[in-house]
Each structure stands twice: as C-alpha cells, then as structure tokens.
C-alpha cells in the first residue's frame, strides 16, 4: 500500500470523489469479504468522534494526561471538526466481543458513535481527503501519539453499556453497528430512488427540500450526494484490503 505506484492509483481514485478506507483489524486473507468472523487477531481499537468533535477529543486527552485512560497510537483528524482515536491492541489478549465491548464503552463515556464498535471497521487513511458530501473535501491529517498495545484491564474502569440490535428496515433481519445517521439515511435513499429510475435532478430536488435549513448549501449537498450514489451503483464493489 505504501509503494509509490499503488499511492499515485489512490491519490486518482481520490480525486475521482472515492473515500480512502483501510481495515482497523487483519483480514484472514483466505476470506474474500469482511465480516466479523473475517477478522484474523484485533489489534486496534478506534474511537469517532463526529459529535462535539474538539470538545470530546479534549475530554480523551484530558484523561490520558490523568493516567486514567491508556496512551492512544494516534488521532486521525477525519475532517474540520471530527476525530478518530486509534489504540493499538495486544493480539494475544483480546477477543472480538471484548474489543467490541470496550469501544462501546469509549463512545458512550466520551460521546462518539458506537456504530464504530466494530473490529471489521475500516477508517480513512491520511493523507487524502473526506469525500463525503458535507466535509468540504478536508484533508486527513495524523497526530502520533505514541500508544503502546494496550490490554483489556486498561480500560475495565469506563462503565458498562447496553448493547442493543437494531433491525434493517423492511427485512425485520437483526444488524449491529449500522449507520443511522442522517445523512447515512439520504445517502441509502438516493441510492434506492436511482436504482427505481428516477432521474437524478428529481432525487437532487427531494434531497434539497428535505435538508433546506439544515445545510449551509442544501442544493450543493444534495447534488454531490446524488452525484455519489449514482457513480456507486454504477461501479463494481470494490474488494477490501487486508491489514498487516
């Protein structure tokens, strides 16, 4: 991933208006997809901060400083506002529910979004940018913090929460971990409308009127997400990349 020829293919993917994502956690590279029984060892732990993003990234380090919170491998800066906390992981220690346990707790005590609670997640890589409509094209930016592999006992202090499952519209099916925010739910309706048929300046319309007042630039919002979800459903999934 870091030889010249590969980073120049994904700095033009990039530019094309394609999100840059790699796996928190190694994928068994026998499997072809990634699941949570795809995981081979958890070896990180990651924290979105999308809310209150500066404010809840000084609570983290507040308590770092304090000795109460473990040392961080590093904060990704995802966007102007929001922030991505990573913790390297001991391999030999921890399972899947316990890492997934812990990032429920670390959203829920500093206000992220436990929909990452995820070991098959995948986050931006730096260096790129947030192509999402409403993140203003913002370059992705590393802060090493120097974070040693951490241990489950290291965080056995946070509060224990109740995990729930939602279930997928329509299906009844039980998910974890689904995005439900906003705008996850216009992205999921563009998509469905344009699969239906309907032309593009008729779902750019609908998306527009229902986020006026909302954004700063409703119709530029709705035009790149229209925009996106088009180009899609139109490419072939792409095959995710496993971690070392």
Known sequence: MTAPKFQAWLRALNAQGYDIFVSMNPINPERRRREKQDVAKVRRLQLDLDRNGPESLHRVLADVHAGSLPRPAAVVRSSRHN?????????????????????????ARYGGDSSVADVARVMRVPGFRNKKPERDDAPVQWTDHAGRPTR?????????????????????????????????????????????????EKVIAALEKRRAGEKH???YYAERTTRKAFLDIQRPRARALPSR
């Not at 991505?84 to 316990?98: K, L, M, S």
């Open 83 to 107: 922030y991505q906390v990573i913790w390297h992981a001991d391999p030999d220690v921890w399972t899947a529910p316990e890492a997934e346990d812990t990032m429920r707790r670390l959203a």
């Open 152 to 200: 489950p006992d290291a965080f056995a202090h946070l509060p224990k929460v109740e995990h729930s499952l939602q279930r997928s519209p329509g299906t009844g099916r039980q998910i974890e971990g689904r995005d439900t925010s906003q705008s996850a739910r216009d992205w999921a309706y563009a998509k469905d409308q344009l699969r239906k048929g309907v032309p593009q």
């Open 217 to 219: 630039d409703p119709r």
